[in-house]
């Protein structure tokens, strides 16, 4: 199958989202020279974040969004909702600390909740569903790691569970696997549908929103933008910062029950392979799957599926041979995080500043909660943690 007429690159922000059904709508650019008391530069779902915690917290504050695309249009993801991030425990121990990891753990763990309420609380619709995260083994030597990984986990609050190859194979149809592992703390949802839902709770709170909008330059107090110049006594930019890695990702047609009936994940779960291969059963009944580059190091098939959709296609029937013959109608380049990354949050003066892109929803909700915190004054474990930054 040759995808690549389908593959979209990854700064295609002018292009529509990946398999998005129902488009958003554009918001007016902004129209001419503006003040505000607080300005979000960039809309994705970290802005988002931001501009609803900080109305959360003072609800008369005026908030202005500036968005260079469609706010909502262009949320690459795969529509996982992991407590998982570049970095594991072990490794955020290493360099900040034990009390450091227990902390980062429990904030990301609580954020894929904190998702999951919010949009009940404001009646987003995106298919948001707590199924937890499998993570299939192919042998036993992958199996024992998964384990000794499990294991390892609860030090620091996590809780994973080992699946033999019978209790794996009720969540999932994976041909060949010999067991895996199970950790709650997991959802699946339509990012796209999440942040336009987000938005639009915003505008009923009375923030604006206005996209086609790029910042060309942010200053004390000041951001030049192509349609404006906007004065706020306080900015927050969650642009993303020099070059993201891309990741080959593709969606499928919506598939048919009977097709799903045997790959299972009915319970809204998203799969992983421990070779980095990721799948989501998303709402509408596609399935949308990536892989992260060099998720396994040395194993050159995982490498290959990261850069090409056709490998990734490849991966992906090899996984789940039901699939060998389903339509692929997208196929794109998602921005990913470097192996290691943790979300980046800082305050400097009254410019607060946040790069959260390619570590999924859950930790671009801990983005801009601690945004707004930061903002606001406000101290508390997500202030404390690892990745926030000051002066």
Excluded at 227 to 232: C, E, F, L, Q, Y
Aim: proline share 5%; hydrophobic share 50%.
């Amino acid at each position: 199958m040759d995808l690549r007429a389908l593959l979209r690159p990854t700064d295609a922000a002018d292009d529509p989202a990946p398999w998005v059904d129902e488009a958003a709508t554009p918001r007016p650019a902004l129209d001419g020279d503006t003040t505000c008391d607080v300005l979000v530069v960039g809309a994705g779902l970290t802005g988002l974040w931001a501009a609803y915690y900080l109305l959360e917290a003072d609800p008369a504050l005026d908030v202005l969004l500036v968005e260079r695309g469609t706010t909502g249009q262009d949320e690459r993801g795969i529509g996982a909702c992991s407590a998982r991030v570049g970095l594991d425990a072990d490794g955020i121990a290493q360099r900040y600390g034990d009390a450091a990891a227990h902390d980062a753990r429990a904030v990301l763990r609580d954020a894929v909740v904190e998702v999951g309420g919010v949009a009940a609380v404001e009646e987003v619709e995106c298919g948001f569903r707590f199924g937890g995260e499998l993570v299939v083994a192919g042998d036993d030597e992958a199996l024992a790691r998964l384990a000794r990984q499990a294991t390892a986990a609860t030090r620091w609050g996590d809780e994973t569970h080992v699946l033999d190859a019978a209790a794996l194979a009720d969540h999932v149809g994976v041909e060949g696997a010999v067991g895996g592992t199970w950790s709650p703390e997991a959802a699946r949802l339509d990012p796209g549908a999440l942040a336009r839902g987000l938005r639009d709770a915003l505008l009923a709170r009375g923030a604006r929103v206005v996209d086609a909008t790029a910042v060309a330059r942010v200053s004390a107090g000041a951001a030049v933008t192509t349609h404006g110049t906007v004065r706020a006594a306080r900015i927050v930019d969650t642009r993303p910062s020099g070059a993201s890695r891309g990741a080959a990702t593709l969606a499928t047609a919506p598939l048919p029950e009977a097709t799903w009936a045997a790959v299972g994940l009915a319970r809204g779960e998203v799969l992983a392979h421990c070779d980095g291969l990721r799948v989501v059963r998303e709402p509408a009944g596609r399935l949308v799957a990536g892989c992260a580059p060099a998720a396994r190091r040395g194993t050159r098939a995982v490498g290959a599926a990261a850069r090409s959709a056709d490998a990734l296609h490849a991966a992906l029937v090899a996984l789940l041979p039901v699939l060998a013959d389903a339509p692929v109608t997208h196929a794109w380049q998602r921005p990913l995080a470097a192996p290691g990354a943790l979300p980046s949050v800082g305050l400097q003066a009254e410019h607060a500043w946040a790069r959260s892109g390619g570590t999924g929803p859950a930790a671009a909700n801990v983005a801009g909660r601690t945004l707004a915190e930061l903002v606001t004054g406000t101290q508390s474990a997500l202030t404390r943690a690892p990745w926030v930054r000051r002066g």
